[in-house]
């Protein structure tokens, strides 16, 4: 009895230790790449090709639109200016970047591709023309950009009392702006996939209820892939060569593995907070927490639905407003997580220097670097 008794005290305490391990979480200093004004309102940031993508909009509170790019160590590379607002920031493929906001000139949303070539930014803007407006760039399928209009089709003949959700997508290739067919209500955010458009559909403002829905653009054919009443989805990603997603929701405080195909969920993995941000890196998913300024890494080879590990971002409220999205260096692993908490000088004082982009602990990056690739 004593050795049975033994025996079971020791398998608690491995297991006991073992959870520990998985679910660590480390506190370490959190290097400032650049402070954002104050009043910086979007959450812009990429990283590509061992190039650090940020987007800033304001400069002491007044509209001021910089592109900059860094290198994997936080070091400036270029900077340019920008003839539109930097509202979002995606990845376009070959080095380049898109870039989609507003011209407070002529006040029409404006798009531009940039990349680095011999240690310089160069970029084209084009404007779309009066009819279409750009909430986000989707992806860029047969050579046409996909982008979305939140506020719907202005052409659109379809009858007003029939209730239909609007035309809120449509194509690009310049200034022109094409709708398809296809009605997908209040459109958050999105990707492709083999072809086919993925978008995350709100069901309303306020509401919790979403969608994913896989658009065909050569058809304007419609499919749900799955909806929840209660899931708030806000993100989402593909997982390499496979026809599952990575999604979260601001409402749930966990992150899901989504088959596109059967519109099941594969996995879920528990968060510490509520996930605002997340990246595919090799078979891991790394995960900000706004709320919590924490960053998780989760296997996505694993059975677990805790973190492998995870670190938090070791600075006060006044120095760093919450993690508002995350982004890493392919290639180094390095983590870099950005605060943007728009403040209101009418409203409050203001004097907190708590909008910033900050690069985690080289420690972190290693461990991901070993981890997961």
């Known amino acids: 009895m004593k050795r049975t008794t033994m025996m079971l005290r020791i398998s608690f ?5 073992a959870a520990l391990i998985v679910t660590s979480t480390w506190a370490n200093a959190a290097e400032t790449v650049t402070l954002l004004d104050r009043g910086e309102p979007y959450d812009s940031m990429v990283a590509d090709g061992d190039v650090l993508w940020i987007g800033q909009s304001r400069l002491q509170f007044n509209a001021n639109y910089r592109l900059e790019a860094y290198q994997p160590n936080g070091t400036l590379i270029d900077r340019v200016t920008l003839s539109h607002s930097l509202n979002s920031m995606k990845v376009a493929g070959n080095g380049s970047i898109i870039i989609t906001g507003i011209s407070p000139e002529s006040r029409l949303t404006q798009y531009t591709l940039a990349r680095l070539e011999n240690g310089k930014i160069k970029k084209t803007t084009n404007e779309i023309a009066l009819g279409g407006f750009i909430t986000f760039w989707v992806s860029t399928v047969n050579g ?8 719907g089709n202005p052409n659109d003949t379809s009858d007003p009392a029939a209730g239909l959700p609007a035309q809120t997508i449509f194509s690009s290739t310049g200034t022109d702006s094409k709708y398809l067919a296809a009605r997908v209500r209040m459109p958050v955010s ?3 996939l083999n072809g086919k458009l993925l978008l995350v559909s709100s069901e309303g403002m306020g509401q919790d209820a979403s969608s994913i829905v896989e658009v065909d653009p050569k058809t304007s054919a419609t499919r749900v892939i799955t909806k929840s009443k209660a899931a708030k989805y806000r993100g989402i990603a593909v997982l390499p060569g496979t026809s599952q997603i990575v999604t979260s929701a601001l409402s749930e405080s966990k992150v899901r593995v989504i088959d596109t195909v059967s519109g099941e969920t594969r996995h879920e993995f528990k968060t510490k907070g509520y996930p605002r941000s997340f990246v595919i890196t090799g078979h891991c998913v790394v995960v900000g927490n706004d709320e919590s300024n924490v960053v998780e890494v989760f296997d996505l080879n694993g059975e677990a639905s805790l973190p492998m590990f995870a670190d938090e971002i070791n600075m006060g409220a006044d120095e760093f407003s919450g993690i508002k999205s995350i982004v890493i260096d392919d290639k180094t692993s390095t983590v870099f997580a950005r ?4 403040c209101n000088p009418i409203l409050e004082p203001c004097d907190k220097e ?5 690069k985690l602990d080289q420690s972190f990056s290693d461990r991901i670097q070993s981890s997961c690739k």
Request: charged residues 10%; without cysteine.
């Open 190 to 192: 999105g990707t492709s």
């Open 144 to 151: 046409r950009h996909f982008f979305t209009d939140m506020g």
């Open 354 to 358: 708590n909008n910033r982009v900050v």
């Open 339 to 342: 605060a943007a908490n728009a």
């Open 13 to 17: 305490l491995n297991s006991f230790f």
